[in-house]
């Protein structure tokens, strides 16, 4: 045998995972696992007959056992298991060690137990001419969303295709998405997951998906009947094919995943891929062993360790590569990002090696930015080149037209307009501090976690009876206010004043500076029944309903009418807006019309604000005026000479058209022109657009 067939058989200790060998070693299969605790490490396969063998890897470089395999194929099963320790069971029913890096992994019931197997799968897909859309941050408009739960009832998708990811990419849905004027859709976690032990005596399952076993799998539930039968590439197929067909639309695919823990759960428990190859370095622990939990789910994923960098790096860039995916939104961030000392740095390596990455460093980076731990609360904090869940945006939202409305109609007295302003201009003060500006906001009043749109103004309290926890899980901070009357009513009053809240929430989120994240349904009023925490129940109540009354349809059309003001504002803006100080301005008046005065922004009595935003080199600017009192006011709009004194460029005609109100007595009134100093009414407890 010559040195260069020598050298051409030898295993190769990276990549990590399965691969087939290229030429005539084509029938060989490189295999590495890394598994620094164990001695010797084997892997059982099934072959094309369905027989199963066994080969102990015959290398070992840097903690990495490999060697070359002969009998896989496509669709083979297999799993590695420590090659002294005897099996429990036979081959084929035992549950053994996946592989961190399986491209999918299929489920057999034994006993009605299941045990889980790594799959070989063939990773070629015809792409066409589809392209990512590339949409930059600011002109993003994200809409949060469960594959299953956003088609499970939707009228117009097919039957066969409700609940899956064709249904997502379905004509009626892509539809309803450009309609909307979504440019992304960002997937609650569609990576194989597994339901919590303690769910299954209640009857649920984890219907949100946040218990991670597989991080290069594609969950297969989320497939048609069809794809599953054909097998682990056709769930491929259907999920890269609805990548392509929501590309072709212009409509980008963010994933939300979950590094920070895996489905292993406790310290103590099955060990299922991470726990039995290298638990010291897979997991975080105490000095004393323990391991360190700031997840909340029974352990932490250990960043200090290269290996596990690398994990989530090439898993991240296999969903960008073989997936076309656009960007990713990491749960719980911040467990990602804790050093050897267990403290968050913004100079992580993972961080770092992210920034640094070719591949990765040019999609959309979105992080949670708190976890359970000690100073886990980190928004603001992250480095450039990420966007953070602004939790402060949310929470300000809330407060000034929940909390604070709840307090006047009381009797009490609300807070002021000044936090409300700040998120209106984007959280500078927020975001500064990392180097980074407005569009590195995601503004967002719900998500999945928590009271939907409709609940926040129809419940005070959480109502999660369903979820088997006596009421105690969920947030009990939410910041609602139910008008007067706990859940449904017929009473048309508190109907119609709940309608303007939610009017008022959505306009704030899409008129903001910054990103605006929408959860699935909000657009048109969709309810959990107050269940703030539905991460259990996969059936109706968390499923999206589209059999829409007037209502829904009213909260519809503001939605829509919203987010085509703000596309038509950007289009008229020069590119750098508003990331650049020296491309816009924000120029903030009180309802005489005049700048306001410091002492206005820590009055409370004082609820009335305009904010006049543009750009000295844009063709448009908006006006937006916020009237936070239960009393209409009388406004004064900016003159043309006081905009002048603010460097505003002088226009022939200072005009201001009325846009849009979320006050539906006014809203006969659009298309009215002023002059600016002529005055105009500011309806009680709304939100009003003018076009300059």
């Not at 056992?65 to 069971?89: I, T």
């Not at 039957?159 to 990811?165: A, D, Q, V």
């Not at 059936?539 to 919203?562: C, G, K, Q």
């Amino acid at each position: 045998m010559s040195m260069t067939t020598e050298i051409a058989q030898r295993s190769q200790a990276f990549p990590l995972g399965v691969r087939r060998c290229a030429g005539e070693q084509s029938h060989l299969f490189d295999v590495a696992v890394y598994a620094p605790d164990l001695d010797a490490v084997a892997v059982h396969y099934q072959d094309g007959q369905g027989s199963w063998n066994a080969v102990v890897l015959p290398e070992l470089t840097d903690g990495v056992h490999h060697g070359l395999v002969d009998g896989m194929g496509e669709s083979s099963r297999y799993a590695f298991w420590p090659a002294d320790v005897p099996l429990e069971g036979k081959p084929g029913t035992a549950q053994l060690l996946l592989d961190p890096y399986g491209r999918a992994i299929d489920t057999v019931r034994v006993d009605e137990t299941p045990v889980y197997f790594s799959v070989v799968v063939d990773q070629a897909f015809n792409w066409g001419s589809s392209r990512r859309p590339g949409t930059r941050w600011r002109d993003s408009v994200i809409y949060e969303a469960h594959v299953k739960g956003l088609t499970q009832l939707h009228p117009d998708v097919p039957e066969e295709l409700r609940g899956t990811y064709a249904g997502l990419a379905h004509p009626a849905m892509i539809r309803h998405l450009l309609e909307l004027g979504v440019t992304a859709v960002e997937l609650l976690p569609i990576h194989f997951h597994i339901d919590e032990p303690h769910l299954e005596p209640l009857g649920l399952n984890n219907y949100w998906g946040y218990n991670t076993l597989g991080f290069f799998a594609p969950h297969p539930e989320y497939a048609t009947d069809a794809a599953r039968k054909a097998g682990p590439k056709a769930v491929q197929d259907e999920l890269k094919g609805m990548v392509r067909l929501l590309h072709e639309a212009g409509i980008e695919v963010i994933l939300d995943v979950v590094y920070n823990h895996t489905a292993e759960g406790p310290q103590g428990g099955p060990a299922l891929c991470w726990r039995g190859l290298s638990e010291m370095k897979y997991y975080r622990h105490h000095d004393d062993g323990r391991y360190l939990d700031t997840t909340g789910c029974g352990n932490t994923v250990n960043f200090t360790e290269p290996r596990v960098i690398q994990f989530a790096l090439d898993s991240l860039r296999y969903w960008v590569d073989e997936f076309g995916i656009d960007g990713f939104r990491f749960d719980l961030a911040v467990a990602l990002c804790r050093d050897e000392s267990h403290q968050f740095t913004p100079r992580h390596p993972l961080l770092i090696a992210i920034a640094a990455d070719t591949v990765l460093s040019g999609v959309k980076l979105i992080a949670e930015p708190w976890d359970v731990g000690y100073n886990g609360w980190q928004t603001g904090n992250f480095p450039q080149g990420w966007a953070d869940w602004n939790d402060r945006f949310r929470d300000t939202a809330r407060d000034f037209w929940l909390s604070d409305q709840a307090a006047l109609a009381e009797g009490r007295r609300g807070g002021t307009v000044a936090r409300l302003a700040s998120c209106l201009a984007g959280s500078a003060e927020v975001f500064g501090r990392s180097g980074r500006t407005a569009v590195s906001s995601i503004n967002f009043v719900t998500a999945h976690d928590g009271f939907t749109l409709a609940d926040l103004t129809a419940y005070n309290r959480k109502h999660n009876e369903a979820n088997g926890e006596a009421n105690r899980d969920g947030h009990n901070d939410n910041r609602s206010y139910n008008h007067g009357i706990e859940g449904p009513t017929e009473q048309e009053a508190i109907l119609a004043a709940r309608s303007l809240t939610a009017r008022n929430l959505m306009a704030t989120q899409l008129l903001a500076l910054g990103v605006p994240m929408i959860t699935a349904g909000d657009e048109f009023g969709r309810t959990q029944h107050g269940n703030n925490n539905a991460y259990c129940q996969d059936n109706e109540l968390a499923w999206v309903h589209w059999n829409h009354d007037n209502d829904a349809r009213s909260m519809l059309t503001a939605t829509r009418e919203l987010l085509r003001i703000r596309r038509e504002f950007l289009t008229e803006q020069p590119a750098g807006y508003p990331a650049r100080e020296d491309t816009s301005y924000l120029l903030w008046f009180n309802a005489d019309g005049e700048p306001m005065r410091q002492e206005q922004w820590s009055d409370p009595e004082c609820r009335t604000v305009q904010l006049l935003l543009g750009s000295p080199g844009g063709d448009l600017d908006g006006l937006i005026v916020v009237n936070g009192h239960l009393e209409d006011r009388n406004l004064v709009l900016p003159t043309a000479a006081a905009l002048r004194g603010l460097g505003v460029p002088e226009s022939q005609n200072q005009m201001f058209e009325l846009r849009f109100t979320t006050a539906t007595a006014n809203g006969k009134r659009r298309g009215a022109r002023l002059r600016g100093g002529e005055t105009d009414t500011a309806a009680a407890n709304s939100v009003t657009v003018y076009r300059v």
